[in-house]
Structure formats: structure tokens, C-alpha cells
């Protein structure tokens, strides 16, 4: 293409979206990020990424910030949403 970036739209500047665009940055494209939210803020109850998704932020460079910011938890707990009452389902270990 004679010296021309590709642009890639993406829709959406959650994890998926952000991570995306980080990686086609890194591979020269041009990207432009779309979102509708007028702001970007922490929503839910939080996110839990697998050890393949861990590996792909560290190929992105982003691991070790991700790291000293996340929370570990020692098991996982089921709640009864009326109630509270809490049942383990497993510890989670180191």
C-alpha cells in the first residue's frame, strides 16, 4: 500500500477493545477507539483473567501494572442473594 497504515475502527473501549487496539498499535496499524460512555470507570464486581489472557497482556507489556494493581483472593464464594448465606466452591491457593 505504498507506505500507507491500515485503520482499524474498533467499537467498544472495554478490555477487549483497549487490548485490541493496543496490540494493532504495535503492529503499525492506525486505530481510532469508539466508546459511548462519556467516561471510563471501574463497573461491576470486578474481572477475572485466565492464565492465556495473562500471558497476552505480558506479550503487550502490560502485565506487571496489571499485576501490582489486582486483588487475589484465597477461594471463591457463591452467595444466596436474598440472604447473604455463603458457600465455598473451592480454595484458590497461591
Do not use: C, Y
Given at each position: ?48 483473567i485466565s ?44
Amino acid at each position: 500500500m505504498s507506505g500507507r497504515r491500515l485503520k482499524v475502527v474498533i467499537a467498544g473501549a472495554g478490555i477487549g477493545g483497549l487490548t485490541a487496539a493496543l496490540a494493532l498499535l504495535r503492529r503499525g496499524f492506525e486505530v481510532e477507539v469508539h466508546e459511548q460512555a462519556m467516561a471510563l470507570r471501574e463497573v461491576g464486581a470486578g474481572v477475572q483473567i485466565s492464565a492465556n489472557g495473562m500471558l497476552v497482556l505480558r506479550e503487550l507489556g502490560v502485565a506487571d501494572r496489571v499485576l501490582a494493581l489486582a486483588a487475589r483472593p484465597e477461594r471463591r464464594e457463591v452467595r444466596l442473594w436474598n440472604t447473604g448465606q455463603a458457600w465455598t466452591t473451592f480454595d484458590l491457593g497461591a
